[in-house]
């Protein structure tokens, strides 16, 4: 039997280039497919995570009305939440912490007592006007003990989920966080609620806060305010962006 006859080498260069861009172009499709796939399925494990909470209500009648500017900004939106990794990375987390931790309940922030507190005020929240379940939540989680993620989880900047919150305590986008969860399992529809995230004028430092739109008033839910504000009433903040579960929104001045 004749051997094989050998390719010329700039044939083989060719082909094992050819290789080389196919297997490229592979891992590039299959890496935007799982990018689009966990895109896709955010909303999706949001409400699966809210489900896991057994108090979670059915939607509530009260309409979102009209969006004020906040902040007198101009909004502009998109759907593209993947550029803010550390929140979908929250909204991924969240449909995998389906226990409540094991440790006895005690008066500690570091056990399950703050869990098991919040699912029983979310069940006596049921049914409740809005604006109530907006106060209750506020004044819950600003009970919470206030850590920087440098002491708490070694790291500049991190983004927590409501247990997280609950059984390590956090800084102002955790407050936030846990507090759009909460009024999410209530019911209140995602078009009101967006975690919004600016400079803090008079400390100079950036910051964020909820902010809910009920019947057209901008409130703030806000761990530095110890009650629940119109937007309009505070002057020393100045927006950055939003965002919630299905977009977010870059402010800009007018």
């Not at 939106?77 to 995998?96: C, E, G, H, Y």
């Not at 907006?134 to 409501?162: G, Q």
Request: with cysteine.
């Amino acid at each position: 039997m004749r051997a094989p006859v050998a390719a010329p080498a700039f044939r083989v260069s060719a082909m094992r280039a050819n290789e080389n861009r196919s297997s490229r172009s592979w891992a590039q499709s299959r890496a935007q497919s799982r990018a689009r796939s966990r895109a896709w399925s955010r909303p999706a494990a949001l409400v699966a995570a809210l489900a896991v909470l057994t108090f979670a209500a059915p939607a509530l009648g009260n309409g979102v009305g009209a969006v004020p500017s906040l902040f007198g900004t101009v909004e502009v939106r998109s759907p593209a939440i993947q550029n803010f990794p550390k929140w979908t990375a929250v909204l991924d987390r969240m449909a995998d912490e389906r226990t409540v931790a094991e440790q006895p309940c005690t008066p500690s922030f570091f056990t399950r007592c703050n869990l098991e507190e919040w699912r029983a005020l979310m069940q006596e929240l049921r049914g409740r006007p809005p604006l109530e379940q907006i106060e209750a939540i506020n004044d819950f989680m600003n009970r919470v003990s206030y850590i920087t993620d440098p002491a708490n989880y070694n790291m500049p900047d991190y983004w927590a989920t409501p247990r997280q919150h609950l059984t390590r305590r956090g800084d102002c986008e955790d407050y936030a966080i846990a507090k759009y969860v909460s009024l999410r399992a209530l019911g209140f529809p995602e078009e009101s609620l967006r975690i919004l995230v600016l400079d803090d004028l008079n400390l100079r430092i950036p910051h964020a806060v909820l902010v809910v739109i009920l019947d057209g008033r901008a409130l703030l839910l806000d761990n530095q305010i110890r009650s629940v504000v119109e937007e309009r009433a505070v002057r020393h903040y100045r927006p950055i962006y939003s965002i919630n579960a299905t977009a977010f929104w870059i402010h800009r001045s007018q």
